[in-house]
């Protein structure tokens, strides 16, 4: 790393020069600042509360850049530096206000002992305002200048932005229960967002769900030391999804400054615009769920269990691919539908027992759930396999099937002809590489037109989707002493690697796990 005289060497200050230098670096700067007020207050002995909260954070995240050039020396007394180009400090200033308002009155009036009604309604609104400022300037008259006064230089960059959303909504909710035997709940949400056109701002997004404890029936006469509770419940809803770019309806220009003086000066430039998609509008998924509510051993074990169907329509993804000369990125937009199934499961153990005449208090839950998902609609009338198409499992993986690998030149010129994947320098086929199998058995090992119906010797070998992801909870409790540990998983996912496992792979990679053994 160092000469004889205790200089940086080419090499050394071309890798970690910044580093043992000390001076070149970015100071990172993040501060946040929450506060939530609260009241509440009742009516008519409380059958009446009406509740609210405002908060207001504020979240700064600054930067602070220095790049002065790095010394090392080749020869003897003579002095170069790395980076002569910069020389430059950087201040950037990014600040975030968000404030949010919730106000809502619950009403619970008492007509009997065998009918309970409660009734929600509320108002909520939040909104985001962000601003950057970023200065950047070089001619830093010494290497430890920490103050932009201190560069002198005449490249000066100024640059700032700005993003700003709100979103604003009503919500209800009505629950009523007979006996608390049928157990009946409405819901709805109002919501307008800042984030689509005017005329696709609003939505109203209903629900209803139903129960029927069963343990409460008259004609149950089952001990409840085996079975406590039973209940079983259904529901049927929609919610909308707004998380999108604040200004994905509206073009967008690229100003910036010219890199070519003109006159003296450095004229403005404005970029292509950004292509926007048309009828932007919310993202609703339709649930569909039954379930049940199991306690037995006097509620010590309990057991939940959910299948439900979702239905995504409008799902906010990228455009079919478009052809090179369209000239920019396909813009987001409402573009698929979807259907998701699943199913969830709790089984829980809560029991307690007495250690040291206390009371020891201990808990065992398993978690277990699975889910598939199937593309419905998407503009993919060829259902190409680079993009969405009709009756996709969402996460599938295309890949060829490995035949074992090429044992002789013989072996190579007797096979389908395989142009694909090579492991060897020289471009050509050699005896120890992986031979691929001819599903198509037009002798040519390829892609087809890669489409579903011609993917030519490609099959789907397996799906990203995490399936059977299940979790344990343990926890205790015992004289003010607790402990409580939690382990997940996955029960079945095929992986297939990326970009960032090429080290763990090495250089084959390529053509080695881009298809798994038929097998």
């Not at 259904?234 to 010219?258: D, R, T």
């Not at 808990?363 to 993919?380: C, G, P």
């Not at 789907?460 to 995490?466: A, E, K, L, Q």
Request: neutral net charge; aromatic residues 14%; contains cysteine.
């Amino acid at each position: 790393m160092f000469n004889p005289d205790g200089t940086l060497t080419y090499s050394a200050a071309y890798t970690v020069g910044d580093f043992w230098y000390g001076k070149n670096g970015i100071d990172m700067d993040r501060r946040v600042f929450r506060n939530t007020a609260d009241f509440s207050a009742k009516f008519f002995d409380d059958k009446l509360r009406v509740n609210g909260n405002f908060t207001f954070q504020t979240t700064d995240n600054n930067e602070y850049r220095t790049r002065v050039p790095v010394p090392y020396s080749r020869k003897p007394g003579v002095i170069e530096y790395v980076g002569t180009n910069y020389n430059d400090l950087q201040n950037l200033y990014r600040q975030t206000l968000y404030t949010a308002t919730n106000l809502y009155a619950e009403y619970e009036p008492r007509f009997s002992p065998n009918h309970y009604v409660k009734v929600l309604a509320g108002y909520n609104y939040e909104h985001s305002n962000y601003r950057k400022l970023e200065v950047i300037r070089n001619g830093l008259i010494y290497p430890d200048a920490k103050d932009l006064s201190l560069a002198l230089g005449q490249s000066i960059t100024t640059n700032g932005g700005m993003e700003t959303w709100a979103i604003v909504g009503g919500f209800y909710r009505l629950n009523y229960g007979f006996k608390d035997r049928y157990l009946l709940e409405l819901n709805g949400r109002y919501d307008g967002s800042s984030k689509f056109p005017t005329d696709q701002r609003y939505a109203f997004f209903p629900s209803v769900s139903a129960g029927w404890r069963v343990s409460n029936e008259p004609f149950w006469k089952v001990s409840p030391k085996a079975i406590t509770d039973l209940k079983i419940r259904g529901s049927y809803g929609s919610l909308g999804n707004g998380s999108i770019a604040s200004y994905a309806f509206q073009e967008q220009f690229n100003i910036s400054q010219s890199g070519r003086v003109l006159g003296g000066v450095k004229p403005q430039k404005t970029g292509q615009p950004t292509v926007i998609p048309d009828g932007l509008t919310w993202e609703t998924s339709t649930t569909s769920d039954l379930g049940i509510d199991l306690g037995m051993l006097n509620n010590r074990l309990t057991f939940t269990g959910d299948a439900y169907i979702r239905k995504t329509k409008g799902m906010f993804t990228t455009g079919m691919t478009l052809p090179a000369v369209f000239g920019t990125d396909v813009p987001k937009g409402n573009y698929a539908d979807l259907t998701t199934k699943g199913w969830e499961a709790v089984l829980t153990w809560r029991d307690k027992l007495q250690v040291s005449s206390k009371p020891f208090n201990y808990e065992v839950r398993l978690t277990m759930s699975d889910y598939q998902a199937t593309i419905d609609k998407f503009n993919n009338p060829n259902q190409r396999l680079t993009d969405y198409y009709a009756g996709q499992k969402v996460g599938e993986i295309w890949g060829f099937e490995t035949a074992g690998y090429f044992t002789s030149t013989d072996d190579i010129a007797n096979s389908p002809k395989q142009t694909l994947y090579k492991a060897s320098n020289t471009g050509q086929l050699l005896p120890g590489d992986i031979k691929f199998r001819d599903l198509n058995g037009d002798g040519v090992i390829n892609n087809g037109d890669n489409t579903v119906a011609n993917p030519g010797d490609r099959r789907i070998i397996g799906n990203s989707t995490p399936r059977y992801t299940y979790g344990i909870m343990l926890g205790a409790d015992w004289n003010n002493f607790f402990f409580s540990a939690f382990f997940q998983g996955v029960g079945k996912q095929d992986w297939w690697p990326g970009s960032e496992a090429g080290i763990f792979w090495g250089n084959i990679t390529a053509h080695i796990i881009s298809c798994r053994n038929g097998n």
